[in-house]
């Protein structure tokens, strides 16, 4: 597109709209600071130093001339590249559920959070070329939760692989492999998510019959301002060795702070089984428990080597201090679940205690069939079905006749927004009744003949 402009061949405005669209709301979106996000990277996260994107501000010099209109944006862009901004430097709140690519990404100036999944229509992240060796887990709702965008980066060698963020898994002794390389389809028929550009919900129910894996569970991501509401239910498995849920597995830094029933406590580096926490503060992120459970926590060094994860690169050990959180739910769960919800930029057991009281979250329902949250602050209900059903609640009621992910919000005496979504991207109309105080209405979300446009969130005024 550069080399063309000015000539016969240059990019018609329409075409320069495609591409400035590309680069601003998706590719850029992708890295923070000067990192993009380990999870959209495929196979190339086992090669030292991938993540790191600063030769790219080439791009987004030429972007520039192609398209002046949005010249300050790019030039934001290189100057986070470049470190001469910080991270959050003009980064504005978005909410993009992909649904061709079973991918949610979540953007406020503080933070970045992302979702990855695979279903039936999406291939699971590669490995090929002995690149990759230990992505097994990596799509089955892996997270990435950066606020500079340095969290994970190199840290791949001394991982544990069984811990990767946001995923549920079976502690096994050897990672398993995929049959093939290059991407295997995943086996979710529910894989999806709801958005309105600002807030949204993705949600996963899976199934793993890997013999070796045997693990599956229904998860839901709840996506605000000042937080994410994370929920998992039915978690079950025949593995022999226990089931995990990570929150997270990052670079450690000084100072853990946990509390346990009230009483705060600074961890020193360990190993911790921490019984119902209310809360977990490590590097400005905070993690609430909401439901009593049985909490890991570690802080130490690990080790490993790129070899271990491609082969073509270097055998030596490398050693860096990590920290590892999640929820453990024992040997063979029949009917697991989980509830964890993660605020960035808090500093201080102080800021922790003030976000519990003023806490805007609802959880309303986490089980295999419904998961529901309400931020009371904004108003916004959000509720995941995982098949036909009813969600009850004084205030607001919902009845659907198949699975899918609603977004309710701006209710008031006469109107309220729906936004709906079919994660089985069936191509079938899904019947919905509302009920918003004594008011009923009913309406049919059409998603017949969307064709490629299956997965897409559809929005409906409802009047009352």
């Known amino acids: 597109a550069s080399y063309a402009l000015g000539t016969q061949y240059q990019l018609d405005k329409e075409k320069v709209k495609l591409l400035s ?40 010099q030429r972007m520039i001339d192609i398209d002046p209109t949005h010249a300050d944006e790019y030039k934001a862009i290189i100057a986070r590249l470049n470190r001469k901004q910080p991270a959050d430097y003009q980064v504005t709140a978005s909410h993009t559920h992909y649904f061709r690519g079973d991918y949610s990404l979540h953007v406020r100036p503080q933070y970045n959070f992302d979702v990855r999944l695979a279903s ?34 190199n840290i791949f060698p001394v991982w544990n692989w069984c811990h ?11 990672i398993p ?18 958005s309105d550009s600002i807030y949204g919900a993705t949600a996963y129910a899976y199934m793993d019959t890997n013999p070796e894996v045997n693990t599956g569970a229904k998860k ?34 000084d100072g853990i702070l946990v509390d346990k029933g009230g009483k ?36 130490q060094t690990q080790s490993g080597r790129w070899y ?12 860096r201090d990590v920290f590892t959180l999640g929820i453990n739910h024992g040997v063979a769960p029949k009917d697991g679940s989980y509830a964890y919800i993660v605020v960035p930029g808090k500093t201080s057991a102080q800021e922790m205690e003030a976000y519990q009281k003023e806490n805007a979250i609802e959880i309303l329902s986490n089980n295999a ?70 008011k009923k209405q009913a309406l049919t979300a059409d998603f017949s003949q969307t064709g490629i446009y299956a997965g897409a969130t559809k929005q409906y005024t409802v009047k009352l």
């Open 21 to 60: 669209k590309f680069m601003r709301e998706t590719y850029y979106r992708t890295v923070r600071g000067q990192n993009m996000s380990f999870d959209v990277v495929g196979r190339s996260v086992s090669r030292p130093g991938l993540l790191n994107k600063r030769t790219t501000t080439t791009y987004a």
């Open 120 to 153: 039936t229509r999406t291939k699971k992240c590669e490995y090929g070329n002995k690149e990759n060796l230990k992505t097994y887990f990596m799509s089955d709702g892996c997270t990435n939760i950066v606020q500079t965008g340095d969290e994970y980066f």
């Open 164 to 174: 990767i963020p946001g995923t549920t898994a079976p502690q096994v002794e050897k």
């Open 177 to 194: 492999m995929d049959p093939k390389a290059w991407g295997v389809l995943g086996t979710s028929t529910y894989a999806g998510g709801v």
């Open 220 to 253: 839901s991501w709840y996506f605000f301002d000042n937080e994410v509401v994370c929920l998992g239910a039915g978690i079950q498995s025949t593995s022999t060795y226990p089931v995990h849920t990570t929150v997270n597995q990052c670079f450690l830094k």
């Open 264 to 299: 705060e406590e600074t961890l020193a580096n360990g190993s911790y089984t921490l019984q119902a926490p209310q809360w977990v503060l490590h590097d400005k992120i905070g993690y609430f428990f909401p439901q009593k459970e049985e909490v890991f926590l570690t802080a």
């Open 308 to 319: 271990d994860i491609n082969t073509s690169k270097s055998k030596k050990e490398e050693k």
């Open 369 to 438: 069939k419904v998961q529901a949250v309400r931020n009371t602050k904004l108003n916004v209900w959000m509720v995941t079905f995982f098949e036909a059903g009813t969600f009850k609640h004084k205030e607001l009621s919902v009845t659907v006749d198949k699975p899918c992910i609603l977004m309710v919000k701006d209710i008031n005496a006469k109107s309220a927004n729906l936004h709906i979504a079919d994660p089985g991207q069936t191509q079938s109309p899904i019947q919905v009744e509302l009920k918003i105080g004594k």
